[in-house]
């Protein structure tokens, strides 16, 4: 596909800065734009990684304009640049409506309007299907299940019986909704498995990443709220109450029962030790070790997690200890020399 320069400006409602009839054959980002596309500088800072690039045009919002390259000034540029990618590399649309031969559907179960069920899925008991879900190949959804409409599950998903999602939610590849939770109790010397009678209950706008799990409650649900986004690699514990709108990054987790308010977010590889809560708007840093509550608005970083004015002190007093260790040893030769100057004068006193 080739479009001008100026189609792309008209197609995004943006204000054109240069030669409108360049021919326009792709977009990318900065590191990867070939000669001919469009790619996309959302600051100022990124000037000399734009001057070194070999697109053809770069979209930019209000605030910035680049010298020695056709551009087109937006007001989103990450939207704009959306669906200028989009208008290259669209979307495969799944045209199919229906169940594959080779799905396992069972006669109890009940889809709703044009449902799409891909080769070798499987579909137990009771479970209700609602408009429009994708469920694709290898899926299983064991006995029970609730599925909202407009829903996807990718390959190789799977739902435990019971499970629960609301409208809109995308399941990705390998991610288990609903196994048991890690519980334990020791009798005779051996480990026997507690109770496991609860389900996963996900809220509507709920994206679950690849490999990621959400265990089911001891007798009632694990709930993670609407518009909850969560990475791939995350473990939820059972019990746990995820609020609306976290976004839970790559290899967090979760210990049981512990509850979280709205617009929380997690690092990369936080964990969080069982039964506390963590108030809204919370932000956590990478690694960090949460022990204990964290309060609304707050920011924690560090092991033991800690507030991040705390944690940034400690830190610049670590970097401290060497000079300190120096002073220290100074001080102990000092130290060493007035008790030998004063046993010297004992000693002659005495004499």
């Known amino acids: 596909m080739v479009v001008s ?3 792309v400006a008209r197609m995004v409602d943006g204000q054109l800065q240069g030669d409108g009839s360049i021919p326009i054959t792709g977009a990318d980002i900065i590191r990867d734009a ?3 596309y469009i790619t996309f500088a959302d600051n100022s800072r990124l000037a000399g990684r734009l001057a070194a690039c070999r697109a053809a045009a770069v979209l930019t919002p209000p605030d910035y304009r680049p010298e020695g390259i056709p551009f087109v000034v937006v007001s989103n540029v990450q939207e704009a640049f959306t669906r200028v990618v989009a208008l290259f590399r669209p979307p495969q649309q799944d045209d199919r409506v229906g169940v594959a031969a080779t799905a396992v559907v069972s006669p109890k179960a009940r889809l ?3 449902v799409v069920v891909h080769a070798n899925a499987v579909i137990g008991d009771d479970v209700i299907v609602g408009d429009r879900t994708v469920i ?3 899926v299983q959804i064991m006995a029970r ?8 599950l990718f390959p190789n998903a799977v739902l435990y019986e019971n499970t629960v999602l609301g409208s809109r939610t995308l399941i990705h590849a390998g991610a288990v909704i ?4 890690f519980g334990y109790t020791t009798v005779g010397g051996q480990h026997r498995l507690c109770t496991q009678l609860g389900y996963v209950e996900l809220g509507d706008d709920v994206e679950i990443g690849a490999c990621s799990t959400v265990d089911r409650g001891t007798y009632g649900a694990t709930v993670v709220g609407d518009g909850t986004k969560i990475d791939n690699h995350v473990m939820i514990a059972h019990n746990c109450r995820i609020g609306r709108h976290n976004v839970i990054c790559s290899q967090v987790g979760v ?3 512990t509850t979280t308010g709205d617009y929380v977010v997690m690092a990369g590889q936080v964990g969080i030790r069982d039964h506390v809560h963590i108030g809204e708007r919370v932000t956590i840093g990478a690694k960090a070790g949460v022990m204990n509550d964290i309060p609304d608005g707050a920011t924690y970083v560090g092991i033991p997690a800690t507030p991040e004015r705390q944690q940034l002190l400690m830190l610049a007093a670590l970097q401290k200890l060497p000079e300190l260790k120096k002073q220290l040893r100074t001080l102990q030769h000092t130290v060493t020399q007035l008790e030998q100057a004063a046993g010297s004068l004992t000693q002659q006193e005495a004499a």
């Open 5 to 7: 320069l100026a189609d």
């Open 34 to 36: 070939r000669p001919g």
């Open 112 to 114: 709703g309007r044009n």
């Open 136 to 138: 694709h190949s290898g």
């Open 145 to 152: 299940c609730r599925l909202g409409e407009d829903c996807v």
């Open 178 to 181: 609903g196994a048991y939770g």
């Open 255 to 257: 210990a049981g029962s």
